[in-house]
């Protein structure tokens, strides 16, 4: 397992947006797919958008399609998701992940061997 730090988050309105970063080790990164999951109260923890390091090559949940973009920031090597258009149903924790580096991306929780923490994001009507 590796150590997954992230930050970002907090409270926003509908149709705003909201930016969430997870830190890793470069050596982390260039090996592992890395992926955002999230969980709202009462519900099982879901796939969001994953990345695969190398390639850049990307892939998100048709519930946030158009609206979330997966990226990786170089300088600060770090991935991002950047929020946009959000909606009261997007309100959860939000997990970064990393699992072995398959692609098409694992969407489920046993895909990914390594988790953050967790950051809260509340979208208000």
């Known amino acids: 397992q590796v150590q997954l730090e992230e930050s970002g988050g907090g409270l926003a309105q509908a149709g705003g947006s909201l930016r969430l970063s997870c830190a890793a080790s470069e050596r982390t990164f260039s090996s592992s797919v890395m992926a955002w999951f999230r969980q709202a109260p009462g519900k099982e923890r879901e796939f969001v958008a994953a990345?695969?390091?190398?390639?850049?090559?990307?892939y998100s949940a048709d519930s946030v399609k158009g609206r979330f973009t997966i990226f990786r920031n170089n300088a600060k090597n770090t991935m991002v998701l950047q929020m946009n258009r959000l909606k009261p149903e997007d309100t959860a924790v939000y997990y970064c992940?990393?699992?072995?580096?398959?692609?098409?991306?694992?969407?489920?929780?046993?895909?990914?061997?390594?988790w953050g923490q967790g950051t809260q994001v509340t979208v208000s009507s």
């Open positions: 990345i695969k390091w190398g390639r850049l090559d990307t």
């Open positions: 992940a990393a699992g072995p580096g398959v692609w098409p991306p694992r969407v489920v929780v046993t895909g990914y061997d390594s």
